[in-house]
């Protein structure tokens, strides 16, 4: 029998579990195990036997970094962010990758939703400095917006992004500045997430002058700034797509599995619920 399993501190409201569940029914391997492990920090070092006793296992906080000692090879996505989010053993070797960059780029093309346009990123630290990276990469003419507090790091992300793509158009502004009309809005900050669910990280013009929409946050389902765009008619898509889609590039990456568009839609449907 097949073992995975998903490392991390603490996993008491992980969503994993039900939808990696899902995925192996999909692959016509539902008597796969995949086991939650909640390791403290500390005990991290006297896991590797356990580790290396699963076909493949994902990765979360705190060990997205702390992992790659352990490991003994680097996809180039894990390389470009020096962080590992889901491993594969092949061969006797354990091999890292970054998923997140994987489950946004899917999430994105399966809602018809392109980087290559104008892009009015809110927020960019932990995924969104991955998120602004990749804007780059894909031809983006990029926006992104930070609270002054945070406008150090948007600008280091800004410099990291230039690095991998030199032509790229970046930029970093702050909300008061923004102006313009946007292809697609990304929300990577943190504002709208339950329980403060009222709230919106951008005005209701600001939406109105973007095309589309894409919020990080997956709780609630349907976030404020979802609900104001869906009421102007403006597609909106939320963090669930890129959790689920994230965890189905690492079954294609573990065993090879292949989806379509339809069947991760009704998983992501289904875990809105």
Same mark, same amino acid.
């Given at each position: 029998?097949?073992?995975?399993?998903?490392?991390?501190?603490?996993?008491?409201?992980?969503?994993?579990?039900?939808?990696?569940?899902?995925?192996f029914?999909?692959?016509g391997?539902?008597?796969?195990?995949?086991?939650v492990?909640?390791?403290p920090?500390?005990?991290?070092?006297?896991?590797?036997?356990?580790?290396?006793?699963?076909?493949?296992?994902?990765?979360?906080?705190?060990?997205?970094? +702390?992992?790659?000692k352990?490991?003994?090879?680097?996809?180039?996505?894990?390389?470009?962010?020096?962080?590992?989010?889901?491993?594969?053993?092949? +061969?006797?070797?354990?091999?890292g990758?970054?998923?997140?960059?994987?489950?946004?780029?899917?999430?994105?093309?399966?809602?018809?939703?392109?980087?290559?346009?104008?892009?009015?990123?809110?927020?960019?630290?932990?995924v969104?400095?991955?998120?602004?990276?990749?804007?780059?990469?894909?031809?983006?003419?990029l926006?992104?917006?930070?609270?002054?507090?945070?406008?150090?790091?948007?600008?280091?992300?800004?410099?990291?992004?230039?690095?991998?793509?030199?032509?790229?158009?970046?930029k970093?502004?702050?909300?008061?500045?923004?102006?313009?009309?946007?292809?697609?809005?990304?929300?990577?900050?943190?504002?709208?997430?339950?329980?403060?669910?009222?709230?919106?990280?951008?005005?209701d013009?600001?939406?109105?002058?973007?095309?589309?929409?894409?919020?990080?946050?997956?709780?609630?389902?349907?976030?404020?700034?979802?609900?104001?765009?869906?009421?102007?008619?403006?597609?909106?898509?939320?963090g669930?797509a890129?959790?689920?889609?994230?965890?189905?590039?690492?079954?294609?990456?573990?065993?090879?599995?292949?989806?379509n +568009?339809?069947?991760?839609?009704?998983?992501?449907?289904?875990?809105?619920?």
């Amino acid at each position: 029998m097949e073992k995975y399993g998903l490392l991390g501190y603490p996993l008491k409201h992980t969503m994993s579990p039900p939808i990696h569940k899902r995925l192996f029914e999909l692959d016509g391997n539902a008597s796969a195990e995949y086991e939650v492990c909640e390791l403290p920090p500390e005990e991290l070092e006297g896991k590797a036997a356990y580790l290396n006793s699963l076909n493949g296992y994902n990765i979360t906080i705190p060990y997205k970094v +702390d992992i790659i000692k352990y490991l003994d090879g680097l996809d180039d996505s894990a390389k470009r962010y020096n962080s590992v989010n889901c491993v594969v053993r092949r +061969d006797g070797k354990n091999i890292g990758y970054n998923t997140d960059c994987y489950g946004f780029l899917r999430s994105l093309e399966s809602a018809g939703m392109s980087l290559s346009g104008k892009v009015l990123q809110i927020g960019c630290g932990g995924v969104g400095r991955m998120m602004a990276i990749e804007a780059a990469l894909h031809g983006a003419e990029l926006t992104i917006v930070s609270l002054p507090e945070f406008i150090e790091g948007a600008e280091a992300a800004k410099r990291e992004a230039l690095a991998l793509a030199p032509e790229a158009s970046v930029k970093v502004i702050t909300h008061s500045e923004i102006a313009g009309e946007f292809d697609l809005l990304i929300n990577a900050s943190p504002v709208g997430m339950f329980p403060k669910v009222d709230e919106c990280p951008v005005t209701d013009e600001v939406i109105k002058s973007c095309r589309n929409v894409f919020e990080v946050i997956y709780n609630p389902a349907v976030t404020r700034l979802m609900e104001i765009a869906g009421k102007n008619g403006i597609k909106a898509i939320g963090g669930m797509a890129m959790l689920v889609w994230q965890a189905a590039v690492a079954h294609e990456i573990w065993s090879g599995a292949k989806y379509n +568009d339809e069947d991760i839609e009704k998983i992501i449907k289904d875990m809105r619920l």
